[in-house]
């Protein structure tokens, strides 16, 4: 977006060279916020690597070349989403980096300074894959969380007195009948005719086993003493 120490009458361009994938833009023209996309002032490179890919800029005035830039890492550029300017030096001897440190001394100088407007727009694959980081994070935050926890419990159980054991609001034993011992005492009368009339008695018991020898002795009996009932009369 600027270019600073070369003289009025300069006919700067600046190539663009991308290590991954290799790719360079040509850019001769200097960008124009009102035509944002016109040709020649805007060097576009899709599918990039940002963890591996470098940036080197050479700069020309016309046809002459001026120097170029040392490797720039692409991912400094792109930790950030919204528009980012760096400046950039170029130097006659194709980088400030290569230079050893009697070059450095002799000639520390730059030819000239690139400001260089970045923007960087993930991919829906960059996207996912800091999706799934921060999901791992959070799901990491919440074991650490929820086992902090359970150690607290734990401590806290231990040094917690012994509560006092509540008293059941339902005594055991209320569904079974009472005992024979809160009821009315029975009468005589009573007594005596469960003793022997009763279901439970002796007698009804075994009133099945001798019902037909008391049927059998009555009726002996019965013609015994009044057969004479059923007798008929003498022939006239």
């Known amino acids: 977006s600027q270019i600073d120490g070369l003289p009025d009458t300069a006919q700067p361009s600046v190539k663009f060279q991308l290590s991954?994938?290799?790719?360079?833009?040509?850019?001769?023209?200097?960008?124009?916020?009102?035509?944002?996309?016109?040709?020649?002032?805007?060097?576009?490179f899709p599918e990039v690597d940002t963890n591996m890919a470098t940036l080197t800029l050479e700069a020309k005035d016309a046809e002459f070349v001026l120097g170029s830039s040392g490797a720039q890492d692409v991912s400094t550029l792109c930790e950030d989403k919204d528009k980012k300017e760096v400046a950039i030096e170029i130097y006659a001897d194709q980088g400030q980096e290569e230079k050893t440190e009697d070059q450095k001394e002799e000639n520390s100088s730059a030819?000239?300074?690139?400001?260089?407007r970045a923007k960087f727009t993930p991919s829906t694959k960059d996207l996912m894959e800091e999706l799934y980081d921060q999901l791992n994070s959070a799901s990491?935050?919440?074991?650490?969380?929820?086992?902090a926890m359970r150690e607290n419990a734990v401590i806290v159980s231990r040094n917690a007195p012994p509560a006092a054991k509540p008293k059941p609001s339902m005594q055991s034993g209320f569904?079974?009948?009472?005992?024979?011992?809160?009821?009315?005492?029975?009468?005589?009368?009573?007594?005596?005719?469960?003793t022997y009339l009763g279901p439970q008695s002796f007698g009804r018991r075994m009133y099945p086993v001798y019902k037909n020898y008391i049927f059998f002795f009555g009726v002996s009996a019965f013609f015994?003493?009044?057969?004479?009932i059923f007798a008929l009369p003498a022939p006239v």
Do not use: M
């Open 175 to 194: 569904l079974q009948k009472p005992s024979d011992s809160s009821k009315k005492p029975k009468s005589k009368f009573v007594q005596l005719y469960e």
């Open 111 to 116: 030819i000239c300074t690139i400001t260089v």
């Open 224 to 228: 015994h003493f009044k057969g004479q």
């Open 140 to 147: 990491l935050k919440k074991r650490k969380a929820i086992d």
């Open 20 to 44: 991954s994938p290799i790719e360079e833009v040509v850019v001769d023209k200097l960008y124009d916020p009102l035509e944002p996309s016109a040709d020649g002032s805007v060097a576009l």
